[in-house]
C-alpha cells in the first residue's frame, strides 16, 4: 500500500468537509486504487478554532507557505481562495513537482493558462473539478470523455444564488429585493451579493469552461457579464404565460464553418428567457446544469449540486484521488497548450429578444415604435399591448437579431416622445427565433 500525503491549503467550509469525507472513504479508496491518503498538513487562518476534526493538533498551522515546502507532502489541495496568495503557492507547489488540486474560479479564470502550461512542463497534475459547478463532474469530461468531440455550444445554470432568486420569483410572485433577502438569510447569498447576482462568478466559471472546451486562453475579462437584478415580477410572469422561463444563463459558442480547429468563440453571462421545453428551463432552486451541444454526441446535461461543503469537497477528493494514483504510476495528465482566444464581440452575435415599453397611450404610437424595429432591422416575432390608464404597455418578442441593432433600436425607443420607459430587453433562448 502506498501512502500519500495531503498538503491542505484552507480548512474552511469545504477543507473541513473534504478531511471528513476522506476519512470516511479512505478504506474503500485504498481498497480499490491500492493507495492510501492521509492529510498531513493542513494550513488555517486560526489555530484556536475548533474545527471538529480527527486531525492530530500537529497538523495545524498558520504559516502556508511551509506546507507547500515541506518535502513529506505529496500532494497540494488549495481551498483558501482569492488570487495573489494561492497563485505564489500553487507557483511554488508546481516548481517543486507537486500534483494541485484546487477550487479557485477566480484564480484559474485568470491565471489558469499559466499554471497550466507549467504543471504540464513539470510533468504533474494539476486539477480543478471543483472550480466549476460544485459538484457536479463536468471537468473531467471535458477534458477526458469529450476531449474529441467538436462542441457547438454548452449553455449553462452555474450559479446557485441567481437560481434560487428567479425561482422564488416564479414561484411566489415576490420581487427581486425580497428573493435577495431570502436568500441570503439561508446563506445563500452573501451579505455584498454583487459576485453572485451581477454575473461575476458565473463569468469565471464560463471562462474555465471556454478555456477547456476550445482550447483557448480566456480569461474573465473577454466574458460579457449582465445580472439579474433588474428583472421584475412582471418580467417573470410575462414570460411565463408566454411559455418562458427565467434563468441567469451562461453561453460558451463556436462560430464558424470549422469548429474543430481554432474556432472564433463568445462567452456571456446574462438573464434569458428559456422556452419551457428546454432541459434548463426545469433546473430549480441552487442546483446547478450545464448543457452541451456537440457535432457527433448530440444534447447532453450534468445536473447536480452547484455549491455547498460537501458536495464541492467531493469533487475535490475525486481530483486526490486521480492526482494520487497518476503520481504513483508515473502518469501525470496534461491540460495541453492553450491558443490566444479569438473572441466575437457581442455586437456581432445575434438573438431574440423579449422588449417591454411603456408608452403614452394614442393613436399612432404603435407604428412610431414598429418603425424603429424596422429602420434598424430588428423583426418582431410577436407583439401584444396591455392598457395602464392613459399609458400602455408594449410587449414585443424579435426575431433573432444582431446585437448592435437591437442596441440601436433601444437607444432610438427612449428617445422617442412616446415612449415613457423601456423597462426590459432580455435575450430569449430556444423560441423560434
Known sequence: MKQVSIGLLGCGNVGSAFVSLLEQ????????????????????????????LKLPAGVFTDDAASVVEDPDVDIIVELIGGVD????LLRRAVELRKPVVTGNKALLASHGAELFAAADAAGVDFLFEAAVAGGIPLMRPLKASLAGEPVRRVMGIINGTTNYILTRMTDAGIDYRTALGEAQELGYAEADPTADVEGYDAGAKAAIIASIVFGSVVQSTDVYHEGISNITAEDISVADRMGFAVKA?????AFGDNIRNHPEIAIRVHPALVVKSHPLAAVRDSFNAVFIEGEAVGDL?????????????SAVLGDVVDAATNMVHGTPGRIGALAPARIRPLDALKSAFYMSLAVTDRPGVLAQVADVFGRHGVSIQSMEQQGLGD???LI?????????AVKATMAELRHLDAVVDVHSAIRVIGGEG
Open 396 to 404: 414585443f418578442i424579435t426575431h433573432d437579431s444582431v446585437e448592435a
Open 391 to 393: 399609458r400602455a404597455r
Open 25 to 52: 472513504r479512505r478504506t474503500t479508496i485504498s481498497a480499490r486504487t491500492g493507495v492510501e491518503l492521509r492529510v498531513t498538513r493542513a494550513a488555517v487562518r486560526s489555530l484556536n478554532k475548533d474545527r471538529g
Open 249 to 253: 444563463i451562461a453561453v460558451i459558442e
Open 301 to 313: 446535461m450534468f445536473y447536480g449540486r452547484g455549491a455547498g461543503g460537501r458536495p464541492t469537497a
Open 85 to 88: 496568495e494561492p497563485l505564489e
